[in-house]
């Protein structure tokens, strides 16, 4: 532990200082972008505001309140502010907080009339010599034409610039609480979505798997009654209730359940292989993704086709993300039409697809839809990646 | 003619990794068996990759070179090695599986809710990659020049190659059974030669090393201010704590199914890493015996040099050929897996971003990733030629306490207490960061003065880590306001076995 030398230091200090260095500047140099008195107010303005409006992205909270009331007050220029719904305040900021019981008495005006009002010293007094609150501003938050409750300001004295100030600010508020709203509203839409895109059985399989299992009741009951358990396990993960993510091994699992009843409609015609890397078998995917790919590669890629038809299933670990794919050695399609497919999730009857991509993308982002290889006479391989680690998987388990 | 067959040996191992690296999958999966397609990594042959991944050039050189050179003390650093996953395995292999965490940035994402730090944890994996990776060079070069006399530039540049065609051609270096292979190897690479050097100095008449009183004895200083107490036990502390903190070692745990599988990939990985560290020893002592006057510099190669010393002729070329692929081995299975993390890094933050904004998201993925591959290895290729070879096992040590400084207080808090804030868990990562790089950075630059300043410097963990704990404890308690919500629901998921819904308290059907 003693044959230090000076370069190695050297470097590695260097290197280190050098990083620093440019992190710091980078944040200097974004921060100091302007020249003039008036860019440096308007962008102080805008800063302040977007400072306040990051808080406000889960509606009027205690905390929000407060966090978002610090760059309000600043903005203000006033002595104290006061964020209120119609039943109470909401957050104070600032000294003074002894006003904090006769707000609401303050701001009923204002909240039946929907109007800005100004309130002297002769109704905001206190007994405190060292209060400097002596005026205040209230101007309403308004939702959807309805008021919603009001903003505060307390200030030594009254003036025009605070009045026209906190009406514009109280504005401004109410329209980051719309937005705010509207982020709950989609949030709450794109979870209904998710709920029902999952677990759409083809009706299709349905009646071929009980076709060939009758089939199979006379001439081999024992097999029949295989693959009746195998149906009842399948439907059962199909239609389970819970989390709506599952591991890579338990998909295969299901994966399997669906080929043995698709071997027995198409016996020895259909041929499996698999290629996957037990590396990414802990991997969470949503759960029926790969099952859909599956039955569609089956049913567009083999059933409309003489002879033997391929299945390839393959999982990878590409780093970061697993890779999967299934290929078949069909008929293939037509790539428009594929296209076609997955524009429309809903509007078709390649319920595979179209349904797969549309929850990719909604879980994992846009990068992460599904990429699809085909022409007529070609086959199809369609695949797609995973990310081993996503945050909204592991907090929706 | 060592240089021929060593310079064979070589070759095959550079190879073979490629090779195999390419075919692996194939050859050991494909199926048309479900059953066989769906069995995950058994706990025993993720601990072989996990061996094979971690045992690295210093492992290999330079515990047997640190031992031959200063003795007894050094005997701690194969020690602190393996004790490194016994602290996994009690403090943080479960619960991490259990995050559903694939990298350490993943970890501080998913306990701390905070892209800020993500990204402040990436810096560190790329930090403490880049300074693991730079001894794989030095280490390269030393053992072609050991053993076939090249320029010493060329063993770095051939594992630089090597590693960026294995990770830039689609990460196929991660495969576990082509790593678990790479356990075995060095263990046989190392095993066999030091078995038949035994058998020969026992022949010999088994003689005595002779060494001075500072070899022989424990904790005894070799020049006066010196503080061998103090440097052992925080060599050890950082060695312990370092473990959890190098990028390659969790990304490994991902593989396990479960946390119970975790916990059995870790006890088996003891028991791997104690059989391999009983042979650098060996080598250490058996240098002392014939090659009694260390030559000064380039302690690093007295594995290499041993058969030589010890048989002679075409029975010791035999031998260093064997040692020299061992050695390769265990480079470039090290040097991929932690370029593997480093290139991951790069990719996910840096590379995919910028690539998205100067193609507006039209890029390939294959294309930011092989960028990122030659950049994970090319920083440190270029640094290893602007450096001075330090000794392998020192420059590993520094890697490992950067990592004690930093990740350890941050898994260990993260795991294990609730209370830890986003602001707190910021401050002890950047505070671990800053004083263990300043304080080594300082030793290297003062040339190592001498007495209390020069141990604390250039052994920093014994300080560095308790400080960033402290600082992290204290500004969470400080800033409560910034725990980030659901922790509570987030730990009890990470220390639930995976059988127990908690949702529900009743049995499930």
Known sequence: MRSFDVPTAIVVAGAFLLILLAGWLQRRLRRRGFISAVDHATYETLHRASLAGRHLTEGLTPEAGTKAGKHLLALLGARALAISDTGEVVSWVGPGEQHRRSTMALIAPTLTSGRTAVADYRVVHCSDPNCLIEAAVSAPLVSDERVIGAITAYTDHASAGLARATEEVAQWFSAQLELAEVGRDRSRMMEAELRALRAQISPHFIYNSLAAIASFVRTDPDRARELLLEFADFTRYALRRGGAFTTLQEELRNVERYLVLEQARFGERLQVSLLVAPEVLPVKVPYLVIQPLVENAVRHGLATKEGIGHVVITATDRGHDAQIGIEDDGVGNDPERIRDVLDNAHASDSIGLGNVDARLRQVYGDEYGLVVETAPGAGTKVSFRVPKFAPAVHDAD | ?509
């Open chain 2, 1 to 509: 003619m060592t240089s021929t067959l060593s310079l064979a040996a070589v070759s095959l191992v550079c190879l073979l990794t490629l090779v195999v690296g390419a075919l692996g999958l194939r050859l050991s999966r494909a199926t048309s068996d479900f059953y066989v397609a769906g069995r995950t990594v058994s706990p025993r042959l993720n601990a072989s990759a996990i061996g094979g991944e971690y045992l690295s050039a210093a492992s290999f050189l330079g515990v047997a070179g640190l031992i031959y050179d200063f003795g007894v003390d050094q005997l701690w650093l194969p020690v602190g090695y393996t004790l490194g996953y016994l602290v996994l395995l009690v403090m943080v292999a479960a619960p991490m599986r259990r995050s559903g965490a694939y990298t350490l940035p993943d970890f501080a994402e998913a306990r701390l809710q905070s892209r800020r730090i993500r990204l402040l944890a990436s810096v560190l994996v790329v930090s403490i990659g880049w300074l693991y990776l730079l001894p794989q060079f030095h280490a390269a070069s030393l053992v072609l020049r050991t053993v076939a006399g090249v320029p010493p530039w060329v063993g770095g540049t051939i594992v630089a190659v090597v590693v960026t065609v294995a990770v830039g051609a689609g990460g196929m270096r991660s495969i576990t059974f082509v790593q678990a292979l790479q356990y075995w190897i060095k263990l046989t690479a190392l095993a066999v030669p030091a078995g038949i050097l035994l058998a020969v100095w026992w022949r010999l008449g088994h003689p005595e090393p002779v060494v001075s009183d500072a070899w022989r004895l424990a904790l005894t200083p070799r020049d006066t201010g010196d503080h061998p107490a103090y440097r052992t036990y925080s060599v050890l502390l950082a060695l312990c704590l370092g473990t959890m903190g190098l990028p390659h070692v969790l990304v490994r745990y991902y593989t396990n199914p479960d946390g119970v599988g975790a916990r059995r990939t870790t006890v088996n990985v003891l028991l791997l890493l104690g059989m391999f560290y009983v042979l650098p020893p060996v080598y250490g002592v058996l240098g002392r015996v014939f090659l009694p006057d260390p030559p000064g510099s380039g302690v690093d190669s007295i594995v290499l040099r041993l058969p030589g010393l010890v048989v002679g002729g075409v029975r010791a070329d035999v031998l260093t050929a064997v040692l020299a692929g061992g050695a390769f081995a265990a480079l470039l299975s090290t040097a991929s897996g932690v370029a593997m993390s480093v290139t991951g890094v790069l990719d996910q933050s840096v590379m995919r971003p910028w690539l998205q904004r100067i193609t507006g998201g039209d890029a390939g993925v294959g294309g930011g990733f092989r960028l990122a591959a030659i950049a994970a290895v090319a920083v440190p290729y270029a640094v290893s030629w602007l450096t001075e070879p330090l000794s392998l096992a020192t420059m590993v040590g520094l890697a490992f306490t950067i990592a004690a400084s930093t990740f350890a207080p941050l898994l260990i808090l993260g795991v294990w207490w609730r209370r830890l804030s986003r602001r707190g868990a910021a401050a002890g990562l950047t505070v671990g960061a800053v004083t263990a790089t300043g304080s080594i950075g300082a030793a290297l630059v003062l040339g190592s003065p001498s007495g209390w300043l020069g141990a604390l410097l250039a052994n920093p963990a014994a300080w560095t880590v308790p400080l960033a704990t402290v600082v992290a404890v204290v500004v969470s308690l400080a800033t409560p306001g910034s725990v980030p919500a659901g922790t509570t629901r987030l730990l009890v998921r990470l220390h639930t076995p995976e059988g127990v819904d908690v949702r529900r308290s009743r049995p499930t059907d």
